[in-house]
């Protein structure tokens, strides 16, 4: 690309810190998924998702260090390893896209279809089917024809092979991003107009993670908290997270389509692609804070009225536990609604 050595350093160096940081997100997630979390089951998909991004994380790790070594193609032939780490990019980075987007299937089906969220584990097989069908097959055939080779920062697909590189990997990208986008505004939009009849009902908004029907605070400073809130800052961090990883590698490959190599874009791209696993990390964890406190009122002055529109309102709100990308069991409340990112919510 016509870097210098100390360049090339740089860009790899750079890529090696951001893939170690990645590594060390992921790896917490997926203990904490397999030691701390009672209720795995409904964890799979978040576990499959850090799984690939531990794995796409170990791929990149290794950028092409150290310059002209085993990873690089000297010869003008990509050599063993840096084929398999081409295949392994481009099989786990597009797989943690796809199960982003199997998380946001699966408030699809609880919002559209009323599907129990209690069976939505069974899916997770034909999920896992489905992707790694998609994924294995894909990185394989291009590791067939030769796709794989020095694409500067490690070992892909090759520069002169972009049309493979926009048809395989930024367009499917977008399109899952686009999708998982459309799904959580059509499910904010609802959490929020069940917010507001609650209200209008009964002047109060009931904690879907905490509060029992009949109970609630008798003044302001209670931990009662508005899912809806909760759920807007979790998709804002969904949507800055897929710009950070995304934007700076998309626009650096649209400029060397057009013939512009530029080393900042490139160092731009090592500073964040990489970063999957760290953004996973953060929505996930994001999950133990509490949104802005919602209104209350006391306890003492509702009617059994209030108390029928609170259970039936609370119906509205059992899509909750699915709206964002991972579930929090270890907040669970005692009522049936119970909260759920990228997400890169996804």
Not at 87 to 98: D, M, N, R
Not at 110 to 128: E, N
Request: charged fraction near 10%; hydrophobic fraction near 45%.
């Amino acid at each position: 690309m016509g870097f210098s050595d100390p360049q090339l350093m740089s860009l790899h160096v750079t890529v090696q810190i951001t893939s170690l940081l990645s590594l060390i997100a992921s790896s917490v997630v997926i203990y904490h998924i397999l030691f701390k979390n009672p209720r795995k089951d409904h964890n799979r998909i978040t576990l499959l998702l850090a799984v690939s991004d531990f794995f796409t994380s170990l791929a990149t790790v290794f950028a092409q260090y150290p310059v002209n070594g085993a990873l690089s193609n000297t010869d003008g032939t990509a050599s063993s390893i840096c084929i398999a780490q081409g295949w392994a990019i481009q099989t786990f980075y597009i797989a943690s896209a796809l199960w982003n987007s199997a998380m946001a299937v699966n408030v699809l089906l609880v919002l559209s279809f009323r599907y129990s969220i209690d069976d939505l584990p069974k899916l997770d097989l034909m999920y896992s089917a489905i992707i790694f069908s998609v994924t294995l097959i894909t990185s394989s055939v291009l590791a067939a024809v030769g796709a794989y080779g020095d694409a500067t920062l490690w070992c892909w697909i090759v520069p002169s092979r972009s049309d493979l590189r926009i048809g395989v990997f930024y367009i499917p990208l977008i399109i899952m991003f686009l999708f998982d986008l459309a799904i959580y505004i059509q499910i904010g939009v609802t959490l929020w107009n069940s917010q507001r009849k609650i209200r209008n009902s009964v002047g109060i908004v009931p904690s879907p993670l905490s509060t029992r029907v009949g109970r609630t605070s008798t003044n302001g400073s209670d931990d009662i908290r508005d899912p809806v809130a909760r759920f807007v800052s979790k998709v804002a961090l969904f949507i800055c997270g897929f710009f950070v990883i995304l934007a700076p590698a998309s626009l650096n490959r649209i400029l060397n389509l057009a013939g512009i190599t530029s080393f900042g874009f490139f160092y731009a791209q090592a500073l964040t692609q990489p970063l999957s696993g760290v953004v996973t990390f953060a929505v996930y964890f994001s999950r133990r804070g509490g949104g802005a406190p919602a209104n209350s009122g006391s306890s003492d002055t509702m009617s059994h009225r209030q108390t029928g529109e609170i259970k039936r309102a609370n119906s509205n709100y059992e899509l909750h536990r699915s709206t964002s990308t991972f579930y929090a069991p270890e907040r669970m409340g005692s009522v049936a609604l119970n909260g759920s990112h990228q997400s890169l919510v996804a």
